[in-house]
């Protein structure tokens, strides 16, 4: 019990603000503005971190990987599995979440109202000139100087920088091993500067709670505790049912009775850490007791940790469809739907293993390419921390039936025999 309590100590002092902020914003209604600025500094200091984690950390990533144990078969089975699963999860997490409204929209003008940036009069005055698709992923993708990079406004050019600087980076080879060791060194302390900015949330998202529920109403409480709902009644359909799926494609009713038997030290980690990262050694262990060979498990699940997180991408889904339903935003049309589903997509590959903030990243995409204010960050951070452990849940085990049908794809569909 008391590992328990130490593993989620972070998680339920985050939920217990956020009910008392929720109590407080309903009880005092709008007097509860007057908590805005302690609220505005958490938002502040998320957002000055922003630009320095997206460049170490994906650049460090790229940086330090190294070639697989075995050659191109384990690597492309695993890409496939990842690219199958991810986009059935992405699927059910759009289906889930599409007919039902996660907010209230009649509070949305409100809301974005409050959280427009103001523009500035060279904005107000510059010409909008016609551009093609071309030019705006030119302008999406790119900057003309490089300290426009040192902006949360042009994250997606950040992102494909970081990726050229990192694939230089081991092109490099040895020659880059002291900027590597100085980034990764830089990567840690900035790791360290988030935990310290984590230990103000409590604080942060309480008092941004209290005073958005103050101004708009207790029906945005009742949304995250709906969303809180329906995405626990997904996680656990698609644990079980799922999962089930895989393995017996994976390996037949021996592959479910292997994966049954075997999972569980997985899950109950998964939740008791809220860390995928923190799940690999056990993972692997129980992985490789389904018969899955030590070569594929200890690929597919440091990779899976990375690269394939089905509970993160329902819960990008989530988020998503949830900022949807506050901005009044339409998906009218069958390219809405398919942006939406891309993005849920891409915002999973950005978010990293770590209990309680380790979506900042995917979730700033999410803002940006969805075109919504910045300011709607805590929102999406607070959707993350209740939907914590059941993503964490379904991340881990994920990886772990991924490493089945990888095998069944490398080793043939008597894997489990021969592995006997």
Known sequence: MKKFLSNYKSTIILLVAIIVGAIVGIIFQEKATILSPLGDLFLNLL??????????????????MKTPKRLGKIMISIIGVFLVTSIIAVLIGFASTYFVKLVNPEDGETIRASMEEVVTDEDATEEKE???????????????DFSKLLSKENIIALLVFSVMFGIAMNMTGEKAKPVLDFLVSANAIVNNVIKIIMYYAPIGLGCYFATLVG???????????????IYLVVAIAFYFIMYTIYAFIAGGRKGVKAFWKNVIPSTLTSIATCSSAASIPVNVECTKKMGVPDDIAETTIPLGTSFHKDGSIIGSMFKIMFLVCLFGTSLATTGDVLGVLGIALLANLLITAVPIGGGTISEMLIITMMGYPVAALPILTMIATIIDAPATALNVV???VSSMLVTRVVDGKDWLEKEK
């Open 47 to 64: 957002l000055v971190i922003i630009v320095p984690l997206i460049f170490l950390t994906i650049t460090t990533s790229i940086a330090k």
């Open 130 to 144: 016609e551009m093609t698709i071309a030019d705006r992923t030119v302008q999406l993708v790119t900057v003309n």
């Open 215 to 229: 101004s708009f109403g207790a029906s945005i409480a009742v949304g995250y505790l709906k969303t809180f709902v």
């Open 398 to 400: 994920g990886d772990t």
